[in-house]
């Protein structure tokens, strides 16, 4: 987890509500990714952005958008969050653009949708 | 598209035993193949990839994989296990057809090892 973190770490928000989650990076790297985490899926792809300002859609995007105004910093938005909502999320980061560069995972955060 | 199956839910093997994880995976060009191991409340953990070469790749902690490209496996190995190998372990492909370092990961393994 060294070089990346997540805040906060636990949330619980209500159906309905706004909520934004955010990926900081000390490593200076250009990729970047959100992850969901869910029983018998995996991780699967919501966001990635590859530098500032630069993003596109992963495969379970619907209902989350992303910023990136900073290399560091990568936000995750859930603009009116619902209960499929409820999971673990993860963030991402890599140095480069090759297929065989591996990622390197922030601690996740726990998101509860009452 | 890309994807990667992980046959098993659960893998109990006894502490010192040998231990394997199976792998599949599909990618319409050379595939990029990754683990990562996830211990409770924690991200995930770098293992070991394989990127072209020898076929058998060594990893962090003892841990191994075998790249067989008729059969499309790429399954983690150990020589003997121990209790704290107990976690949930992931495989992941890449490939210059899947979108660059897009990784697809599989549903994940539940590696538990009794003393």
């Known amino acids: 987890d060294a070089g990346i973190t997540q805040s906060p770490r636990h949330k619980v928000t209500e159906t309905g509500t706004p909520v934004t989650l955010r990926c900081h990076q000390t490593?200076?790297?250009?990729?970047m990714y959100w992850y969901r985490q869910d029983p018998g899926h995996g991780l699967r792809l919501i966001h990635y952005?590859?530098?500032?300002?630069?993003?596109d859609k992963g495969e379970v995007s619907d209902g989350y958008s992303v910023s990136r105004s900073k290399t560091e910093d990568f936000l995750l938005t859930l603009e009116s969050a619902t209960s499929s909502q409820t999971s673990v999320y993860f963030c991402?980061?890599?140095?480069?653009?090759?297929?065989?560069?591996?990622?390197?995972f922030g601690p996740g955060t726990r998101l509860t949708v009452l | 598209a890309q994807s990667v199956a992980q046959p098993e839910d659960q893998v109990n093997v006894a502490e010192g035993n040998p231990l394997t994880v199976k792998c599949t995976y599909s990618?319409?060009?050379?595939?990029?193949l990754f683990w990562y191991v996830q211990y409770p409340n924690r991200g995930l953990q770098f293992l070991l990839k394989?990127?072209?070469?020898?076929?058998l790749v060594k990893g962090s902690y003892g841990f191994e994989a075998e790249f067989n490209k008729s059969q499309t496996s790429f399954h983690l190995k150990k020589p003997s296990a121990l209790v704290s190998d107990s976690a949930l372990y992931f495989c992941?492909?890449?490939?210059?057809?899947?979108?660059?370092?897009?990784?697809?990961f599989g549903t994940g393994t539940q590696l538990k090892v009794e003393l």
């Open positions: 992941a492909v890449s490939s210059l057809t899947g979108g660059g370092n897009k990784l697809t």
């Open positions: 990618v319409s060009g050379n595939p990029y």
């Open positions: 991402a980061m890599t140095s480069g653009s090759m297929a065989y560069n591996e990622q390197f």
């Open positions: 490593e200076n790297h250009r990729y």
């Open positions: 952005s590859y530098g500032v300002k630069d993003t």
């Open positions: 394989y990127i072209t070469g020898d076929n």
